[in-house]
């Protein structure tokens, strides 16, 4: 254990967990607060989640939606990066452990803000992500592109007419806003930018299946938007399966249960999950230390100051927090996070001055609507009570996420790949590598390998 560029500052000290939505944004909420502030986050970029499923279907660059940490901060002279993995919180020693290449750091806090957000859950059935990854990270995103594309290159070099009609389905699972967004484009991808490559096939025939267990398409937008993204799903060929319940994953397909309690079995190579949250494990790391109680995915009940019980100086902010009426996107984590810095930017002033601090108000969320892209052109939006769907929706859509990407550089480019994609049919991201397609399976198998290898050494000691 060691304290890395530890220095001798009396200043209070923030640390932040993540440097996606919430953490990113308490970071720089705190520029003009005497803090020093340590953000510790377990990749080195800030990630705009949001258009993910584009960097899975080659409309744009990984680069594009994943900006340094470090450079975005840059200037910020309070605030320093760290990159490692946050394994623990020692809440009465206020400690944060985080692993950088097997090696642990402890670093001191006397404020915490916690904003680890949430992967993937596949419910228990953790295995099913072997043969379909989720859509939470950079890699998944990669890997994904690479399976996809990979599947039209094997289904043209493939002489047997049923092996290719299963590498040419494409199976997403869960019809929330992902998998929408997901099943449309990679239809559009089939059918547009695909079309007229191959000489062997027709990749106009790619089999697109989106499924659900729930009996509507967007069930939080409620059900006109559902209806207008699922028939507008529907004329561009996708085939949308609801209360269908997917029971088994494996190399070749998906076994579903339907309704009525039948069995059935879909073929295909390349499947997608977008269907479960569950929230960072450190929840349960809190929940274990304090009276800190988590709910079914795993969030922290927290005050109605976002702190947990007991500790005033422990905040969980975004996809983390279970607060209610709030949603797990990224405003909630926005908002969460500048109450938080202003709480913490009061409290410290207050402090200097010699003055006990003020009651905390409790935190408001400001709902500003939600939006869904379906297929080029046109996407669902609900602003408030107003429901509409279409071009218009497809435009807000495009304003707002390009209002909301961080750099100048950055909306610059995200700008001209979506005219490469939008005004043509060409994408401009389509490169693939082996390692991208084969790494989660790889890395499995590396971690087999280690696994059997310390299970012989202990053996022969
Ligand atoms: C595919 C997809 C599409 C989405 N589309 C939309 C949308 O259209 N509109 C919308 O509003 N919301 C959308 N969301 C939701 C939105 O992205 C999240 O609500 C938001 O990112 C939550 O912010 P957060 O800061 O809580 O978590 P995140 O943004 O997930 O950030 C978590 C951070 O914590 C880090 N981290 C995690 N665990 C550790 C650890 N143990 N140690 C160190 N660091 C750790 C991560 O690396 C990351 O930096 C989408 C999400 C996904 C996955």
């Known amino acids: 254990m060691s304290h890395p560029g530890a220095t001798a500052s009396d200043r209070h000290k923030v640390v932040i967990i993540g440097s996606g939505f919430g953490g990113l944004n308490a970071a720089k909420a705190l520029k003009r607060t005497d803090v020093d502030i340590k953000l510790i986050a377990r990749t080195t970029h800030h990630l705009f989640q949001p258009l993910l499923y584009q960097v899975a279907t080659g409309i744009i660059s990984e680069g594009e939606i994943a900006p340094p940490t470090r450079l975005i901060l840059r200037k910020q002279r309070n605030a320093q990066v760290l990159l490692g993995d946050v394994t623990h919180v020692d809440l009465e020693r206020k400690m944060v452990d ?40 950079i890699d998944d995103a990669l890997e994904l592109r690479a399976r996809i594309l990979g599947a039209f290159e094997q289904a043209e070099r493939s002489s047997d007419p049923e092996r290719r009609r299963k590498l040419l389905t494409f199976v997403v699972v869960g019809a929330g806003p992902t ?88 073929e295909s190579a390349c499947k997608v999950w977008s269907a479960g949250v569950a929230a960072s494990p450190l929840g349960k790391d809190l929940a274990a230390q304090s009276e800190t109680e988590v709910d079914r995915a795993g969030r922290v009940k927290v005050n109605p100051d976002l702190s947990i019980p007991g500790h005033p100086n422990v905040f969980v902010v975004g996809d983390m927090a279970s607060v209610e009426g709030v949603p797990g996107m990224a405003q909630g984590a ?26 905390r108000e409790p935190f408001k969320y400001f709902d500003k609507g939600s939006m869904a892209t379906v297929s080029k052109y046109n996407a669902v939006a ?34 001209l790949s979506w005219a490469v994609t939008f005004l043509g ?3 401009g991201q389509l490169t693939i590598t082996e390692q991208q397609a084969y790494a989660r399976t790889r890395i499995e198998e590396l971690e087999e390998i280690a696994a059997s290898v310390q299970q012989e050494e202990k053996a022969a000691s």
């Open 98 to 137: 985080s692993v950088l290449l097997g090696h642990t750091y402890r670093t001191p806090y006397d404020t915490l803000i916690l904003a680890a957000g949430a992967g993937q859950s596949y419910f228990g059935n953790d295995h099913f992500a072997e043969w379909a990854p989720g859509m939470k990270t």
């Open 179 to 266: 998998g929408v967004e997901m099943a449309g484009q990679i239809q559009e991808l089939a059918d547009q930018t695909l079309k007229g490559s191959f000489r062997h096939i027709d990749p106009t025939e790619a089999h697109v299946i989106l499924l659900d267990a729930a009996p509507a398409v967007l069930p939080p937008m409620g059900p006109k938007l559902g209806r207008k993204a699922q028939d507008r799903l529907e004329k561009m060929g996708v085939e949308i399966q609801l209360n269908a319940m997917v029971t088994d994953v494996d190399r070749n397909g998906i076994t579903v249960k339907d309704q009525d309690g039948t069995s059935r079995r879909i």
């Open 334 to 359: 926005i908002q969460g996070a500048k109450y938080v810095a202003k709480i913490v930017h009061n409290e410290v002033k207050a402090r200097e001055h010699g003055n006990m601090p003020k009651p």
């Open 382 to 415: 609900q602003v408030g009570k107003l429901e509409f769907g279409g071009f218009l929706a497809w435009l807000a859509w495009l304003g707002l996420h390009l209002i909301y990407l961080v750099g100048f550089k950055t909306k610059i480019a995200t700008l």
């Open 425 to 427: 049919r060409q994408r």
